[in-house]
């Protein structure tokens, strides 16, 4: 290995590890930077069909409605409804917003409408996707026509799809919208489904109603039936139980009262008779009633007599005075005041008879009242006991009369709401034809695609990061091998054709398979060019790795064939050669001589020949004339079938040796690892190995498995060389290895591609 570059590997391996946070950060940049033209033509991609579908989608316009279930509306005539009508609430609104989404409505705005004519409806859809959609359904379809049902059932699918219904925050407004490719038909469509839904609350409003009418007419002559029974049941009771009612009490009642005034009234009239009776009694003890017992009588025969005895005593007295009391005139006075006072007795007398008469009537009609109070109160008791089965008739009766009336108004007014059908549900906007499409959104559908495309591109990018199980810079090496990257070759297949014209009209090309002549001498038909500079760096590469140890033969080789170990080992040889060093370029890959066939293909005698000592080294050695470079080839390897034991010989190591001696370096054209195990055999006599790896092709877990499993040859592994780079796609990769940076800083020097 080269000890000289190991030290600074691990300076930047830490300086590496102390910035990682800062690499972390960058990380994603990077892959980006790597995936470029894959997120590019991804996010291309991606628009590319955004507005291939933009052109070829056929243009849809929603119209919207917008109804309000009106609360007011519902207050007004909820005293009228027959069915018991409730306040609006929120979930009372979310059931009408699922009632204008139910088959229902949409059933007949499709029947009203003639929708399942529509071929937008029936049909396979507008548009380029709709056509070829229809034509792939077509295939599949047995070819018989669509009955009525399946068409109805097709419309109706189409008809959910395009319509929305949907509640406007906490409003009771709902909003209405349908989305058609004709502006006209989505706004007529969001109108019907509005009259739709308020023509179907109507007719269920008015089937409720009437078969509330019908049940309450039925009900209403059960309850006829039953009033009429229970106050015939009242009457009947009455009848049995000599009951009679009046003025709406029951007779005997009043009866009672009555006869209890009544016997009230005589015994206060007895009360007054006896007074007057017992005045006049002692009226009569007086020998002549004083004035105030005269107008308590109030008799007029008395009061005149009074009258007169007063004046015929004056007149006696004023006689008597002045005549004497013996005087005739006195005597006739005294005579007529007795014969006055007589017939005021008599008059009294009179008056106490009737007084008398009047007590004896008041007191036998007192007797009587008592003797029918007696009887009807007996009465009033036997209909008391009958009474508390009648109030029971009688409440029972009320009862059934109350129910009936009830029942007979509502009845009533179901008739009348039936002439007076009311919805809650009103239109406050109605759909117009829309002005512009909604669907597709050429802003939306352009950011969506773009947006999805970058994630799917970026998806993409990480993918192929980490499935890009290849070598590709040299930090991958590094980290992986543990070894260093001395060199990256680019690709040379564009550049070297330019030379091949004339060789190719000749005929002087190989065979497929076998390294073209002009690249195993391209570093000296290209001495600025950028793969020479390459080549150079390696020449540098195993100059100061000699300073710690002798690293005079070399040896490359590779993991797989086809890694350009043999266009290498020639140019680097070429390269050596051509500086003025002594240099021997030997075809050690005996498996498959392709270095021999390229460059000597009429060689007889070669290396198998000069160990095997059947031909002299000087015989067998070629001389390119213009580097004075010698190569040795591989000889007869046909008939070859233990290459490593030629290679692991003695004669070999002799052979070696001796070259070791007579030349400054030895260059070994190795075969690749994987396939045989002829370049481990090598180890004792080589100082060492170039290791070529494909850049962009050879699986890291191949290389890793071959070197781990030959300790030998990474003990002697002098670096690794990534060969066969694309210089664009590196640049993604390490910046300071692509195109430009050589082209801009290199070519200054004169070097030239």
């Given at each position: 290995?080269?000890?000289?570059?190991?030290?600074?590997?691990?300076?930047?391996?830490?300086?590496a590890?102390?910035e990682?946070?800062t690499?972390?950060?960058?990380?994603?940049?990077?892959?980006?930077?790597?995936?470029?033209?894959?997120?590019?033509?991804i996010?291309?991609?991606?628009?590319v069909?955004?507005?291939?579908?933009l052109?070829?989608a056929?243009?849809?316009?929603?119209?919207?409605?917008?109804?309000?279930?009106?609360?007011r509306?519902?207050?007004?005539?909820?005293?009228?409804?027959v069915?018991?009508?409730?306040?609006?609430?929120?979930?009372?609104?979310?059931?009408?917003?699922?009632?204008?989404?139910s088959?229902?409505?949409?059933l007949?705005v499709?029947r009203d409408?003639?929708?399942?004519e529509?071929?937008?409806f029936?049909?396979?859809?507008?548009?380029?996707?709709?056509?070829?959609l229809?034509?792939?359904?077509?295939?599949?379809?047995?070819g018989?026509?669509?009955?009525?049902?399946?068409?109805?059932?097709?419309?109706?699918?189409?008809?959910?799809k395009?319509?929305t219904?949907?509640?406007?925050?906490?409003?009771?407004?709902m909003e209405?919208?349908?989305?058609s490719?004709d502006?006209?038909?989505?706004?007529?469509?969001?109108n019907?489904i509005?009259?739709?839904y308020i023509?179907?609350?109507?007719?269920?409003k008015?089937?409720?109603?009437?078969?509330?009418?019908?049940?309450?007419q039925?009900?209403?002559?059960?309850?006829?039936?039953?009033?009429?029974?229970?106050?015939?049941?009242?009457?009947?009771?009455?009848?049995?139980n000599n009951?009679v009612?009046?003025?709406?009490?029951?007779?005997?009642?009043?009866?009672?009262?009555?006869?209890?005034?009544q016997?009230?009234?005589?015994?206060?009239?007895?009360a007054?008779?006896?007074?007057?009776?017992?005045r006049?009694?002692?009226i009569?003890?007086?020998e002549i009633p004083?004035?105030?017992?005269?107008?308590?009588?109030?008799?007029d025969?008395?009061?005149?007599?009074?009258?007169?005895y007063?004046?015929?005593?004056?007149?006696?007295?004023?006689w008597?005075?002045?005549?004497?009391?013996?005087h005739?005139?006195?005597?006739?006075?005294?005579r007529?005041?007795?014969?006055i006072?007589?017939n005021?007795?008599?008059?009294?007398?009179?008056?106490?008879?009737?007084y008398?008469?009047?007590?004896?009537?008041?007191?036998?009609?007192?007797?009587?009242?008592?003797?029918?109070?007696?009887n009807?109160?007996?009465?009033?008791?036997?209909?008391?006991?009958?009474?508390v089965?009648?109030?029971?008739?009688?409440?029972n009766?009320q009862?059934?009369q109350?129910?009936?009336d009830?029942f007979?108004?509502?009845y009533?007014?179901s008739v009348q709401?039936?002439?007076?059908?009311?919805?809650?549900?009103?239109?406050?906007?109605?759909?117009t034809?829309?002005?512009?499409?909604?669907?597709?959104?050429?802003l939306?559908?352009?950011?969506?695609?773009?947006?999805g495309?970058?994630?799917?591109a970026?998806?993409?990018?990480?993918?192929?990061?980490l499935?890009?199980?290849?070598?590709?810079?040299?930090g991958?090496v590094?980290?992986?091998l543990?070894?260093?990257c001395?060199?990256?070759?680019?690709?040379?297949?564009?550049?070297?054709?330019?030379?091949?014209?004339?060789?190719?009209?000749?005929?002087k090309?190989?065979?497929?398979?076998?390294?073209?002549?002009d690249?195993?001498?391209?570093?000296?038909?290209?001495?600025?060019?950028?793969?020479?500079?390459?080549?150079?760096?390696?020449?540098?590469a195993?100059?100061?790795?000699?300073?710690?140890?002798e690293?005079?033969?070399?040896?490359t080789?590779?993991?797989?064939?086809n890694?350009?170990?043999?266009?290498?080992?020639?140019?680097?040889a070429?390269?050596?050669?051509?500086?003025?060093?002594?240099?021997?370029?030997?075809?050690a890959?005996?498996?498959n001589?392709?270095?021999?066939?390229?460059?000597?293909?009429?060689?007889k005698?070669?290396l198998?020949?000069?160990?095997?000592?059947?031909?002299?080294?000087?015989?067998?050695?070629?001389?390119d004339?213009?580097t004075?470079l010698?190569?040795?080839?591989?000889?007869?390897t046909s008939?070859?079938?233990?290459?490593?034991?030629?290679?692991?010989?003695k004669?070999?190591?002799?052979?070696v040796?001796?070259?070791?001696s007579?030349?400054?370096?030895?260059?070994?054209?190795?075969?690749p690892?994987?396939?045989?195990?002829?370049?481990?055999?090598?180890?004792?006599?080589?100082?060492?190995?170039?290791f070529?790896?494909?850049?962009?092709r050879t699986?890291i877990?191949?290389?890793?498995?071959n070197?781990?499993g030959?300790?030998?040859?990474?003990?002697?592994?002098?670096g690794?060389?990534?060969?066969k780079?694309?210089?664009k796609?590196?640049?993604?990769?390490?910046?300071?290895?692509?195109?430009?940076y050589?082209?801009?800083?290199?070519?200054?020097?004169?070097?030239v591609?």
């Amino acid at each position: 290995m080269l000890q000289v570059n190991k030290p600074s590997s691990e300076i930047n391996r830490g300086y590496a590890e102390a910035e990682h946070s800062t690499q972390t950060l960058t990380s994603y940049v990077d892959i980006i930077r790597r995936q470029f033209p894959t997120i590019v033509a991804i996010v291309s991609a991606c628009v590319v069909l955004a507005l291939l579908y933009l052109f070829t989608a056929a243009p849809q316009f929603t119209s919207t409605a917008s109804m309000v279930i009106d609360t007011r509306k519902v207050q007004l005539f909820q005293q009228q409804s027959v069915l018991g009508d409730v306040a609006v609430d929120s979930a009372t609104v979310e059931t009408q917003v699922e009632i204008l989404k139910s088959e229902n409505i949409s059933l007949a705005v499709i029947r009203d409408l003639h929708l399942i004519e529509d071929p937008e409806f029936t049909g396979s859809g507008g548009g380029v996707i709709g056509s070829v959609l229809g034509f792939i359904t077509g295939l599949f379809s047995d070819g018989h026509a669509s009955s009525e049902f399946e068409q109805t059932r097709k419309a109706l699918g189409v008809f959910e799809k395009n319509r929305t219904i949907k509640r406007l925050g906490l409003t009771y407004v709902m909003e209405i919208g349908y989305t058609s490719k004709d502006p006209a038909k989505a706004a007529k469509i969001a109108n019907a489904i509005a009259d739709s839904y308020i023509v179907d609350q109507l007719e269920a409003k008015y089937q409720a109603t009437r078969r509330a009418s019908v049940w309450l007419q039925d009900r209403i002559k059960e309850l006829r039936t039953q009033a009429s029974a229970a106050q015939k049941a009242v009457v009947d009771f009455k009848t049995a139980n000599n009951i009679v009612d009046a003025g709406g009490r029951l007779m005997n009642e009043q009866q009672l009262a009555e006869v209890n005034s009544q016997l009230i009234m005589a015994h206060a009239a007895t009360a007054e008779a006896k007074a007057r009776m017992d005045r006049i009694n002692d009226i009569l003890k007086q020998e002549i009633p004083d004035a105030s017992v005269a107008d308590a009588l109030k008799n007029d025969t008395i009061v005149k007599l009074r009258g007169q005895y007063v004046d015929m005593a004056s007149k006696e007295s004023i006689w008597a005075m002045k005549y004497g009391s013996d005087h005739l005139a006195a005597v006739n006075l005294r005579r007529q005041m007795a014969e006055i006072k007589k017939n005021i007795v008599d008059e009294l007398k009179r008056i106490q008879e009737s007084y008398k008469s009047d007590y004896d009537i008041a007191v036998t009609r007192e007797e009587s009242i008592k003797g029918s109070l007696a009887n009807v109160v007996s009465e009033s008791q036997l209909t008391n006991q009958a009474q508390v089965q009648l109030r029971e008739l009688d409440s029972n009766a009320q009862s059934y009369q109350a129910m009936y009336d009830n029942f007979l108004q509502r009845y009533m007014e179901s008739v009348q709401q039936q002439s007076f059908p009311i919805t809650e549900a009103r239109v406050i906007s109605a759909a117009t034809q829309p002005l512009v499409k909604s669907y597709p959104k050429s802003l939306i559908v352009l950011a969506g695609s773009l947006f999805g495309g970058l994630i799917l591109a970026f998806g993409a990018a990480m993918a192929r990061e980490l499935t890009d199980k290849v070598f590709r810079t040299t930090g991958q090496v590094e980290d992986v091998l543990g070894a260093n990257c001395i060199a990256i070759l680019p690709a040379l297949g564009a550049a070297a054709a330019l030379g091949l014209g004339e060789k190719m009209r000749s005929g002087k090309l190989t065979s497929k398979g076998n390294p073209q002549p002009d690249l195993l001498r391209y570093v000296v038909d290209n001495p600025l060019s950028r793969f020479a500079e390459a080549v150079r760096s390696v020449k540098v590469a195993i100059d100061l790795n000699s300073i710690v140890r002798e690293n005079r033969v070399l040896a490359t080789t590779s993991t797989l064939p086809n890694e350009g170990k043999s266009t290498l080992s020639t140019n680097l040889a070429q390269l050596i050669a051509h500086g003025g060093a002594r240099v021997i370029l030997i075809d050690a890959d005996l498996r498959n001589p392709s270095l021999s066939r390229a460059l000597v293909p009429d060689a007889k005698i070669g290396l198998v020949d000069v160990v095997g000592q059947k031909a002299r080294l000087e015989d067998a050695l070629v001389l390119d004339p213009e580097t004075k470079l010698s190569i040795l080839p591989a000889g007869t390897t046909s008939k070859l079938l233990h290459t490593n034991e030629i290679l692991a010989s003695k004669a070999m190591h002799a052979l070696v040796t001796e070259l070791r001696s007579k030349f400054d370096y030895v260059v070994l054209d190795m075969p690749p690892m994987a396939p045989v195990v002829d370049v481990r055999v090598t180890s004792s006599f080589v100082d060492s190995y170039v290791f070529v790896v494909e850049w962009g092709r050879t699986k890291i877990d191949v290389v890793r498995h071959n070197l781990r499993g030959s300790p030998e040859i990474q003990d002697k592994l002098l670096g690794v060389v990534l060969n066969k780079a694309d210089t664009k796609v590196l640049a993604r990769y390490e910046s300071y290895h692509g195109r430009y940076y050589y082209q801009k800083y290199y070519a200054r020097y004169g070097y030239v591609e």
